[in-house]
């Protein structure tokens, strides 16, 4: 299986049988990278490139700060705020996130856009899924936040993420009581959810990333056969192997956004195909056939 994402290592693992696909609802600058390291020791395909998925599905970064009446319409509404979620599977496109999420094949959904889509699209869409959330620290978020995507850099980042997300198109700290307030709504959200039905919480994993057994329990939660777990391990813990220094260049290598865009352009044409095929072979009017895929919005960008 192909590990998208990168395998920083180099390393070949075999694959660890899960009992579903894995979809991290963490919001970034929340453990995605080191719970994504963590996954490819495991063996497993990872989708952590918010670069590849933009370019493909065609999101619109464009974002004015100035723009007051865009930052309202299309950011966190009152009284929950929470992230727009519903604003960001209409800019992405809901059939789109659909085929994507049932034809790549991959393993682990982690940080944007993934963690913003409804949840309760996800879960109807991945039945099996396995969700994950670390709540972590909100002024040790907002700080990450800032230091990553604002002072960091030469400028700030402008992107219209920001917007649907926090209600902002830069991260400053001007605005990081709103990009605060955002994140907790979201954790909040994520939780009613999961607690909202009886027996919807076991297939939410909410735990600490930096915890010395979140590797163990990470692995027992989303393993086929929790007991594999002892030997697949080196140690308890997720280490924390991202360089305090690393730019978003490094993070996310030519190489590896490149690989993900034509997987995920194979996933849109694999459904379109697929699809093709089923209305030649269901021709009843007892078995109609769903025809979802419009070439005029669905093709996958250049």
Not at 10 to 32: D, E, H, N, Y
Not at 218 to 244: M, T
Not at 248 to 260: G, L
Request: overall charge negative.
């Amino acid at each position: 299986m192909i590990l998208l994402g990168g395998n920083r290592t180099g390393q070949q693992s075999s694959r660890l049988a899960l009992a579903g696909p894995i979809f991290v609802l963490s919001m970034q600058k929340a453990g995605t990278t080191s719970i994504n390291h963590f996954l490819e020791s495991l063996g497993l395909a990872t989708v952590h490139n918010w670069m590849a998925v933009r370019t493909v599905l065609g999101f619109d970064d464009e974002c004015d700060e100035q723009d007051s009446e865009a930052n309202l319409r299309d950011g966190p509404q009152p009284p929950s705020y929470t992230p727009n979620y519903h604003r960001w599977l209409s800019s992405l496109g809901a059939a789109n996130m659909s085929k994507v999420l049932r034809r790549m094949p991959v393993d682990a959904w982690l940080d944007t856009p993934f963690y913003a889509m409804p949840v309760e699209f996800v879960d109807q869409t991945l039945p099996r899924a396995r969700f994950v959330l670390w709540a972590r620290n909100s002024t040790s978020w907002a700080d990450s936040m800032l230091n990553y995507f604002s002072l960091d850099r030469d400028e700030p980042m402008r992107s219209r993420q920001f917007r649907h997300s926090y209600g902002h198109c830069t991260v400053s700290a001007e605005n990081m009581t709103d990009f605060v307030r955002a994140y907790e709504a979201h954790i909040a959200h994520v939780r009613n959810y999961f607690n909202a039905t009886p027996g919807r919480h076991a297939r939410l994993l909410d735990f600490d990333v930096e915890a010395p057994t979140a590797g163990k329990q990470l692995c027992e939660f989303v393993a086929a056969n929790p007991s594999e777990c002892a030997s697949r391990l080196d140690g308890d813990s997720i280490p924390d192997e991202r360089p305090e220094d690393e730019t978003p260049e490094e993070e996310f290598p030519p190489e590896d956004t490149d690989a993900m865009k034509k997987a995920l352009r194979e996933a849109l044409l694999a459904d379109a195909d697929a699809e093709a095929e089923d209305k030649k072979d269901e021709n009843s009017e007892n078995n109609p056939v769903n025809d979802e895929f419009d070439a005029t919005t669905s093709t996958p960008k250049a």
